[in-house]
């Protein structure tokens, strides 16, 4: 017996396909932000979220904080929340986590990329809880 019902698995695919599917993506800096970007122009809606508010007010004045991504860029995101709440993660089929990793006595530190694994799990529950049981399994 599978693990997970395949069902929303393809139909995840289809909105990925379809361009339907919100994609969210937590960490806003000089990875995700330009990512967010690029998702945006790939045609998704897109959520960004941070825990930093000035970003966060930054994004939603039309201001750029990364030299790589220009302010016309984020001027044109017109189909993206940005947020400092984890709640929006209700909407979202798609997270993608850029998170800092900073060394610590040589080894990454992922203490922020566990916690918000947590954090999306919550939220996926409540949408989709097969896939959010198979995270938690792998992530135990
Ligand atoms: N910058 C690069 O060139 C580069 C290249 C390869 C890999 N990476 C990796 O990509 C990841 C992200 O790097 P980066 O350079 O974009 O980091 P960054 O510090 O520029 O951005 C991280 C963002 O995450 C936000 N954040 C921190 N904790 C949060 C939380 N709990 N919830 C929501 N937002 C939170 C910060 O406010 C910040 O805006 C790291 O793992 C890094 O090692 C970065």
Known sequence: M???DTDPLERLAASIR???AVVAVIG???VGLPLLVGVHEAG???IGLDADATKIDAL???RSYIVDVAPSEVGALDRTAFTTDAVVLDRADVV???LPTPLADGAPDLSMVR????????HLRSRNHALAELLRKRSE
Do not use: N, S
């Not at 916690?115 to 919550?122: G, L, P, R």
């Open 60 to 62: 939603r004045a039309g």
């Open 18 to 20: 379809d361009r339907t």
């Open 96 to 98: 993608v986590l850029c």
């Open 28 to 30: 806003l800096g000089y």
């Open 2 to 4: 599978d693990l997970i």
């Open 115 to 122: 916690a918000a694994a947590e954090t999306v799990t919550e």
């Open 44 to 46: 998704f809606e897109t």
